[in-house]
């Protein structure tokens, strides 16, 4: 109770400085004023194949380098899985799927890919070219990232 | 019998009543009439719009294929139904056509006339698809994708690989990779090549 009082002691009193910080958005996030239409997204493709995504952060789920269109990932089949599985791999020249997707949410090793870990894109997503929304500082951390 | 006797009689002797030059000029227009009418037929049998006048078709297969490749696309090319289904080569065509009698017969007694029942017959029916075009060496994928006019070098790394070994040496047909290029895929479970 006393760390959660001084918690929003630090939130309350650091706020008027972050909103400093970032400089004057008109009392708003949006870059035009509440009237007017925004601006329409410009719409990305996915490349059909990328040269080494690089991870940004320690534990990230590496991003699929190459274009995923068509590809059916259900209880029926797992196309990804065709080229990505310990069986497959080597004949693909495909990463293969760690060990660690073997594992289920009770810390039992089962002999084939977990259900939970079933889903490839739930966690591992194909990336567009785009550059950064806003300017940041944002480095990728450490070891990782080289 | 008699009939059949009396039939036989009037076919085997000579006619009476037409000259020979209207038996053979009305003979060969109504061959071309009965000839074109057959041809027309069959090819309004041959065409997406028919295909999807049933629903088993329009609220299954056809839903699947709109996101796809083949439906949708940047150039605007688009394969339908018969163009992957049926085959272009005449007899073969009529082969196809006379198998599919079976799926009239389907369509009267209702075989996959829910999305239950469709489920339920989804491995079986993509198999003889699946085995169709691995006997054919996928003729109705190679009918618009052949294999000498492709540039390896526009391909991405992971296509071009395969195509320059696998399916140049012959070894391998569209088909055997390009499962479920248009539609919905059945349980895999043992089927070459998926996990």
């Known amino acids: ?146 | 019998m008699q009939l059949i006797k009396s039939i036989w009689r009037t076919l085997t002797r000579p006619a009476v009543h037409y000259s020979l030059g209207f038996l053979t000029i009305g003979g060969f227009v109504a061959g071309i009439i009965f000839w074109g009418g057959f041809n027309t037929a069959l090819e309004m049998t041959n065409t997406e719009e028919f295909c999807v006048s049933c629903h088993e078709m329009r609220n299954n297969v056809f839903e699947e294929l709109k996101p796809t490749i083949h439906y949708s696309n940047r150039s605007g090319v688009r394969a339908s139904c018969p163009d992957c289904h049926v085959p272009h080569n005449w007899t073969d065509k009529i082969a196809r056509k006379m198998q599919a009698s079976k799926e009239v017969w389907g369509k009267i007694f209702g075989t996959i006339n829910t999305p239950e029942k469709f489920e339920a017959k989804r491995r079986e029916l993509a198999e003889h698809e699946w085995s169709r075009l691995k006997a054919n060496d996928s003729l109705e994928c190679r009918n618009c994708h052949e294999f000498d006019s492709m540039d390896f070098t526009l391909q991405a790394g992971r296509a071009a690989k395969q195509h320059s070994t696998a399916l140049a040496s012959g070894e391998k047909t569209c088909i055997d990779c390009h499962k479920g290029i248009a539609h919905q895929l059945p349980d895999m479970t043992g089927v070459e090549g998926w996990h």
């Open chain 1, 1 to 146: 109770m006393k760390n959660l009082l001084l918690l929003s002691l630090i939130a309350f009193l650091s706020a008027p400085v972050v909103a400093e910080e970032f400089g004057d958005l008109g009392g708003s996030l949006r870059s035009h004023d509440l009237e007017s239409q925004s601006a329409t997204a410009e719409l990305k493709n996915y490349p059909k194949e990328h040269d080494g995504l690089q991870l940004d952060y320690v534990q990230q789920p590496p991003l699929i380098p190459h274009s995923i269109r068509g590809y059916q990932v259900n209880k029926n089949s797992n196309k990804c899985l065709s080229c990505h599985s310990f069986k497959n791999y080597k004949k693909y020249g495909a990463t293969k799927i760690s060990i660690t997707h073997f594992k289920n949410r009770d810390g039992v090793e089962l002999t084939d890919v977990s259900p939970r870990r079933y889903f490839c894109q739930q966690c591992h997503v194909p990336q567009v070219e785009a550059p950064p929304l806003v300017e940041n500082t944002f480095e990728p951390a450490g070891a990782v990232s080289e």
